[in-house]
């Protein structure tokens, strides 16, 4: 599973790995149930990779937060994003200690938390698939 083919489809629950492309519309499996679909060009999609949390040096890489993330819960899945909101700032907060508490609300921090069990669950190998981007990046 390649990071940079993760998406998030406005609307629908969850989170989907491209499978193929056509002129109208792309096709997606869903990482949670498996199913594919037909996303078509009037739907809003959002990739990962492009997703950044503003923190107060620069805007981190959703990657790099994931990152932060998976070495703070040592590979395993994090809290539920059900949980109060002050116990989810208070994990963002270990996790990723400069992120801007002013810009970074309540509900980012619940779906990037959201975003990271599933790509747990699914198997996603966030040491392997940073130098993937890394070697994409350079032959670039």
Known sequence: MEFNK???????PGLFQVISQSKNAIIAESLID??????NATQN???????AIYTYE????????????????EGKAAISHKES??????????ALPNYDEERVYTSN???????????????????????TTEE???EA
């Open 6 to 12: 993760i998406i998030s489809v406005t609307g629908k």
């Open 34 to 39: 498996k199913k594919r679909l037909a996303i």
């Open 45 to 51: 999609v959002s990739l990962l990779e492009n997703i």
């Open 58 to 73: 620069e805007d981190l890489p959703l990657w790099d937060v994931f990152k932060a993330i998976n070495e703070k819960t």
């Open 85 to 94: 909101g002050k116990k989810l700032e208070a994990f963002f907060l270990e």
């Open 109 to 131: 921090i619940k779906k990037v938390i959201q975003w990271y069990n599933i790509l747990v669950e699914a198997g996603m190998d966030f040491t392997k698939t940073e130098e």
């Open 136 to 138: 994409t990046e350079a």
